[in-house]
């Protein structure tokens, strides 16, 4: 049970250029999120996932496009990359524990945008 | 409009005593509670939470608590360890939301020896 992994951990674009970040989880859970992350902001919802198949928008969606063609994938795709993409992108399902429920995140993609 | 602050960026804490974090919320649709510990380099994991219907939720050292008159929450940490030292995300969820996590700016906390 690896939990939720995300791929690859590290990468830089020059502005214009295109890429998918994958995250993937083995806990067959429902629910998936992407997050950004940027320095004194907290997590900020991109887009998420209440299953296979479904996807909608979350707090800051612009320039980015997420699948969820398989429940254990999530990708989300950068088709045209802009300097303000610079951040970390956080993956996140979702269990339900003890009458509430959480999410779990995986270790995070640090993208830079030159 | 920030729904969840946490007003405190950093906090230092000397080991064994109690650290504090606060985070207030404006929202009072928010039904659901977390707390979150990020070390850097790593995604947040999950530490404790509170349902509104609670004001107090006890795991361990750690206890969250809720005071929705005040629309604030703080967790407790006792005793404070070195290994505590990390990043602490306050985040809620509004009711009926595909359970979205709202999330505060983030609390630094220093545990020194």
């Known amino acids: 049970n690896a939990g939720v992994t995300q791929t690859p951990k590290f990468r830089v674009l020059k502005t214009g250029q295109s890429m998918t970040l994958l995250c993937a989880q083995d806990?067959?859970?429902?629910?998936m999120y992407w997050y950004r992350q940027d320095p004194g902001m907290g997590l900020r919802l991109i887009h998420y996932?209440?299953?296979?198949?479904?996807?909608a928008k979350g707090e800051v969606p612009d320039g980015y496009n997420v699948s969820r063609l398989k429940k254990q994938n999530f990708l989300l795709g950068l088709e045209s990359a802009a300097p303000s993409q610079t951040s970390v992108y956080f993956c996140?399902?979702?269990?339900?524990?003890?009458?509430?429920?959480?999410?779990?995140f995986g270790p995070g993609t640090r993208l830079t945008v030159l | 409009d920030q729904q969840v602050k946490q007003n405190s960026p950093s906090l230092s804490v000397q080991e064994g005593r109690i650290s504090i974090l606060n985070c207030d919320y404006t929202?009072?649709?928010?039904?659901?509670f977390l707390w979150y510990k990020k070390y850097p380099a790593e995604g947040p994991t999950f530490l404790i939470s509170?349902?509104?219907?609670?004001d107090k939720n006890e795991d361990g050292r750690f206890t969250v608590f809720l005071n929705k008159s005040a629309k604030h929450l703080s967790l407790h940490i006792v005793p404070s360890q070195p290994g505590d030292s990390a990043v602490y995300f306050c985040?809620?969820?509004?009711?009926?939301?595909?359970?979205?996590?709202?999330f505060g700016t983030g609390t630094r906390l220093q545990v020194t020896l």
């Open positions: 996140a399902s979702i269990t339900t524990r003890q009458g509430g429920y959480t999410q779990y």
């Open positions: 806990m067959n859970h429902e629910y």
């Open positions: 996932s209440v299953g296979e198949g479904t996807t």
């Open positions: 929202n009072s649709m928010f039904d659901y």
């Open positions: 509170i349902s509104s219907i609670k």
């Open positions: 985040a809620a969820r509004r009711t009926g939301t595909a359970s979205k996590l709202t």
